[in-house]
């Protein structure tokens, strides 16, 4: 008896260190995390995997933005980017989701930016409860008749709306945005993709170069819109968001210590496994842990200035 009761109370010793251990690590997974920027369907992903995907990245609440609906005409490039370029669902997918995972799922409200009955069925979700307008991908200028209906429309429920800036290809002329930001003061209007990032750089000169590498200068067009206009944000998701962050650490803390209150965890990425290299999203996360200045700005980008913009 006294030998079992010696390895007995090493086994203890051992559990209990293991134990605390253990609670740590979980503690800090249990650390909510929202992401702001996830799709059904993504590249045919199932909703299965699209839940599995979250949760093994450790999020606690994600919102579903929806693509528009398949149409040929010049906005989608005559089909092309219909499913938002990625065989994305829309409406009635990302709100299925989210009424079958409740308190967990959020969802947004979307439309082709310039058909004519874009304004009725986004109004349609918001009233369904949507918590945002978008993704708007669609070829339009940023400032066209037709946007700046949905940022009415946005004005009047009290919504954000996410745009993807991509030069040549979606929300084109993002050097005029200083001028909707001016418009539409009470609308929030959160930015992402590869045209918001590139231009973070003041030194970034080609736009055609949609993944600009090497160090920064600050004062591009977006990080003077960030500091500039209290209703302009971004979300720091997808091959943009992580290549950006990356791409000059030195001026990554500087960058989330300047606009801390005005950005946003989102991850975009299609993959079924929500860890390791292959998925975006952890790769994001990762990086905002190793690279925010302080355990405040890391809660405020992972969690909190979510949690207060969409009142989640
Ligand atoms: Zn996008
Ligand atoms: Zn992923």
């Given at each position: 008896m006294p030998a079992f009761r010696g390895i007995s109370r090493r086994h203890f010793l051992i559990t209990t260190g293991a134990a605390l251990w253990e609670r740590s690590i979980v503690a800090d997974e249990k650390e909510p995390v929202i992401d702001i920027h996830q799709h059904t369907g993504y590249l045919a992903r199932p909703d299965e995997d699209l839940v599995s995907h979250q949760r093994a990245m450790g999020v606690t609440k994600t919102i579903l933005l929806p693509a528009g609906t398949p149409v040929a005409r010049a906005s989608t490039h005559q089909g092309k980017s219909n499913g938002l370029a990625a065989k994305c669902g829309g409406n009635e997918s990302a709100m299925s989701v989210a009424k079958a995972n409740p308190g967990e799922f959020f969802f947004g409200a979307n439309e082709v930016t310039d058909l004519e009955t874009a304004h009725?069925?986004?109004?349609?979700?918001?009233?369904?409860?949507?918590?945002?307008?978008?993704?708007q991908k669609f070829s339009v200028?940023?400032?066209?008749?037709?946007?700046?209906?949905?940022?009415?429309?946005?004005?009047?429920?009290?919504?954000?709306?996410?745009?993807?800036?991509q030069h040549a290809t979606y929300n084109l002329g993002i050097e005029r945005f200083d001028k909707v930001l001016a418009s539409f003061p009470k609308v929030k209007f959160i930015a992402h993709a590869q045209t918001f990032w590139a231009n973070i750089d003041a030194a970034y000169s080609d736009q055609s170069v949609l993944y600009p590498?090497?160090?920064i200068k600050p004062?591009?067009?977006?990080?003077?819109?960030?500091?500039?206009?209290?209703?302009?944000?971004?979300?720091?998701?997808?091959?943009?968001?992580?290549?950006?962050?990356?791409?000059d650490e030195e001026h990554t803390r500087a960058f989330l210590t300047r606009h801390q209150d005005k950005l946003m965890f989102g991850s975009d990425c299609p993959d079924p496994a929500g860890t390791g290299v292959e998925c975006t999203g952890a790769q994001i996360l990762a990086t905002v842990r190793r690279l925010a200045p302080t355990k405040a700005i890391e809660r405020k980008l992972l969690h909190d200035n979510a949690q207060q913009l969409f009142g989640l």
């Open positions: 009725m069925e986004v109004e349609r979700y918001l009233k369904l409860g949507a918590k945002l307008i978008g993704e200028q940023c400032d066209s008749v037709e946007s700046r209906k949905l940022y009415e429309l946005a004005q009047e429920y009290n919504v954000p709306i996410l745009l993807h800036f590498k090497g160090l004062g591009g067009i977006t990080d003077r819109l960030l500091s500039d206009y209290p209703n302009f944000f971004g979300d720091l998701s997808a091959g943009s968001g992580l290549g950006a962050l990356t791409r």
